[in-house]
């Protein structure tokens, strides 16, 4: 029973990474069907299909898997050293904080990191809240998912941002990354981004963390911020502390290992590699699968949500 939930959960952890790679269709099938099960009080519905944010001050609103985000700005779609993908998706909108460190980490990235540009993917939708489809996080406007493929050295048409796959940088076996794919660029990348005060969390595939880890040299003490999360094969997240002043936000504190490479990084491992490599669970063993959870509506979110939600 332990390795089934085990595999279960890096399932649904590695779907919810994969849907970074869906393309345009897929993403909209996937939309109407959740749509099409969601009652019209739903959250996700809510939140999932406003087109514009709250036009309210900037703050964030609860924690960044139960939250929104009012007087969300919106990071342009073309930047000289990043591109925004999946533009249909409308998620490339976050708070003013976390736009601007992008764009100053895009800045940074080719002469500090020898890394051409940023693809961003999923940033936030512009008033935050629950997705209709992938991230449980993503909901205060703080979390961004940086593709682990450089930027090639021309504008992408918008078919290929919505079509191309990132690159996976993980080896078959779950255990490490894959040589040709992976190169102390991407450490670079990561180790700038991990040097960023406000940034608290970097969260990667515990594949990448080996690396990372074995790479890094004596300079180890960014490494404690990434953390090894089940998918984040094809990107990496980057999660920024609470802005200052923001009282109704709820932050993470900073993790307290020197490095992140010891026992805790050995577990992930294991039980990665058991999921993937263990016959797949056929049921739960018990009779009929549970129902699917409640929906969550506004009243799940914390009470400004409501503002930022029929905010005009």
């Known amino acids: 029973m332990i390795v089934r939930t085990l595999a279960a959960a890096l399932l649904i952890g590695l779907s919810t990474a994969a849907h970074a790679q869906q393309n345009q269709t897929e993403e909209m099938e996937r939309r109407e069907k959740v749509l099409a099960q969601l009652p019209n009080n739903a959250a996700k519905r809510i939140f999932g299909t406003v087109p514009g944010p709250a036009n309210l001050e900037a703050r964030a609103i ?52 020898g890394w051409p540009g940023l693809l961003v993917g999923d940033i936030s939708q512009p008033r935050g809240g629950p997705m209709l489809t992938g991230h449980a996080s993503h909901q205060i406007g703080l979390d961004a998912d940086l593709w682990l493929t450089p930027m090639p ?76 999360m ?21 932050d993470q504190p900073l993790p307290q290992d020197e490095d992140g490479c010891g026992s805790e990084l050995k577990d992930w ?20 699968p549970k129902p699917p959870p409640k929906p969550w509506t506004l009243d ?8 930022v939600a029929v905010s005009k």
């Open 153 to 228: 050295g021309r504008r992408l048409s918008r078919d290929e941002r919505e079509n191309m796959s990132a690159t996976n940088i993980v080896r078959p076996d779950w255990m490490d990354v894959e040589p040709s794919h992976y190169s102390a660029k991407h450490l670079a990348l990561i180790r700038l981004a991990a040097r960023e005060k406000a940034v608290t969390r970097i969260f990667v595939n515990p594949a990448i963390k080996v690396a990372l880890c074995r790479d890094a040299g004596a300079d180890r003490g960014w490494l404690s911020k990434v953390r090894p």
């Open 269 to 288: 491992l294991k039980k990665q590699y058991a999921a993937m490599h263990k016959p797949k669970p056929q049921g739960n063993g018990q009779g009929k």
């Open 62 to 113: 609860g924690s960044f898997a139960k939250g929104c985000i009012a007087g969300a700005t919106a990071l342009p779609i073309d930047g000289e050293t990043w591109q925004v993908m999946r533009l249909s998706r409308n998620r490339n909108w976050g708070h003013p904080d976390l736009i601007g460190l992008l764009e100053k980490l895009a800045r940074r990235a080719p002469k500090e990191a």
């Open 230 to 250: 089940w998918g984040h094969n094809y990107h990496f997240h980057i999660r920024i502390a609470c802005p200052a002043g923001e009282a109704s936000c709820v």
């Open 300 to 307: 799940d979110l914390p009470d400004e949500c409501r503002q």
